[in-house]
């Protein structure tokens, strides 16, 4: 049972353009929603998070948009640089944090083409 | 520098024949994680621990062993490895609480068993 869903698989942008990432999960316990970005040779590194007490997050041109009724949340790349060529993957845990078990999604290789 | 140290970066071995790679982390942080991360299939979860001598399995725990004896390393034992286990692997470390959740991830480590 696959229980954090992530689409699409892989994603070509121009430049300047918007990037979108959707994920969907099934466990109403998870509480702790992260984004990770990893570059070809090296591991994951935590790229922005939220939690479902609010309903976007922000940080410079990448937001997290939360949607707990429908048990969906995606990540939005604004203003799309050929630097953010990376795959992306979403998770989800419970008890706030990262400790313990983390539950990612499949990942998304974004392009962006200059 | 913050990080977490993972060994070997490359290994070939033979189907059958025990190994072992190592983890260790400088931030004293209580949580840490396998993973092994396949083309298609995302990062999935082997095993975690929670402190020294707590282990927990993850999603897909077959084939392997783990043992946390001092805080900062959490070693990952193939006794008899097998084809199916070339991927490659990461440990990530986190630390408890609601604040400061970031997990932190080593290089990776590509394992290829023929």
């Known amino acids: 049972q696959q229980q954090v869903k992530q689409s699409p698989q892989s994603l070509i942008v121009q430049k300047g353009g918007i990037s979108i990432i959707n994920c969907a999960y099934e466990?109403?316990?998870?509480?702790?929603f992260p984004w990770y970005q990893q570059f070809p040779g090296k591991g994951p590194a935590l790229l922005i998070a939220?939690?479902?007490?609010?309903s976007e997050k922000k940080e410079g041109r990448f937001t997290i948009s939360f949607n707990k009724s429908a048990k969906q949340f995606s990540l939005h790349i604004m203003d799309s640089q050929p630097g953010d060529s990376a795959t992306y993957f979403c998770?989800?845990?419970?008890?706030?944090?990262?400790?313990?078990?983390?539950?990612f999604g499949k990942g998304t290789k974004l392009s962006v083409k200059p | 520098e913050a990080q977490v140290t993972q060994n070997p970066r490359y290994l070939i071995t033979v189907t059958g024949k025990k190994l072992t790679v190592t983890c260790s982390q400088n931030?004293?942080?209580?949580?840490m994680s396998w993973y092994r991360q396949d083309p298609g299939l995302g990062l999935r979860q082997i095993y975690y621990?929670?402190?020294?001598?707590?282990?927990d399995k993850g999603d897909v725990p077959e084939g392997y062993k783990v043992s946390r004896k001092e805080k900062r390393n959490f070693p990952l034992i193939l006794e008899s490895p097998s084809p199916n286990q070339t991927s490659l692997y990461f440990c990530?470390?986190?630390?408890?609480?609601?604040?400061?959740?970031?997990?932190?991830f080593g290089q990776g480590t590509r394992l290829t068993v023929v």
């Open positions: 990530a470390s986190s630390s408890r609480g609601r604040k400061n959740t970031e997990a932190f």
């Open positions: 931030m004293n942080h209580e949580y």
């Open positions: 939220i939690r479902p007490d609010v």
């Open positions: 621990s929670m402190n020294v001598e707590v282990t």
């Open positions: 998770a989800a845990s419970r008890y706030g944090g990262s400790q313990g078990n983390l539950i």
């Open positions: 466990n109403t316990a998870f509480d702790y």
